[in-house]
């Protein structure tokens, strides 16, 4: 069994950076990939970044490559979501999920079987 608990959001102006982090409680932390999600109002939720159960490989979505860094602590059992150059869509409830199977560039959330409460990203203009 694995809880995960985001933190890190807040309401930032365009441009600015925020770092989300998603501590995880439960034996099994090293043994899971680890993904954060995103969803707006109105939309579906969707793949944001990804990390391997070593942290040795990475997956973005292409709205955030190269703005967004993901990462992890396996001795902290945390990971981390760097944002920089924050843009207004980029408002949303930002969740982190986990995925026994190791699939960190899994982009279904149907495949994750944790998932934290969600923390709340606002870019204003």
């Known amino acids: 069994q694995l809880t995960l608990v985001e933190s890190g959001g807040g309401l930032v102006q365009t441009g600015g950076s925020l770092r989300l982090s998603c501590a995880a409680s439960g034996r099994t932390f090293s043994s899971n990939s680890i993904s954060w999600f995103r969803q707006a109002p109105g939309k579906e939720r969707e793949f944001v970044a990804g990390?391997?159960?070593?942290?040795?490989?990475?997956n973005y979505a292409d709205s955030v490559k190269g703005r967004f860094t993901i990462s992890r602590d396996n001795v902290k059992n945390t990971v981390y979501l760097q944002m920089n150059v924050l843009r207004p869509e980029d408002t949303a409830v930002y969740y982190c999920a986990a995925d026994e199977g190791g699939n960190y560039y899994a982009t279904n959330p149907r495949l994750y079987e944790y998932w934290g409460q969600g923390t709340q990203v606002t870019v204003s203009s």
């Open positions: 990390i391997s159960r070593g942290g040795g490989a990475t």
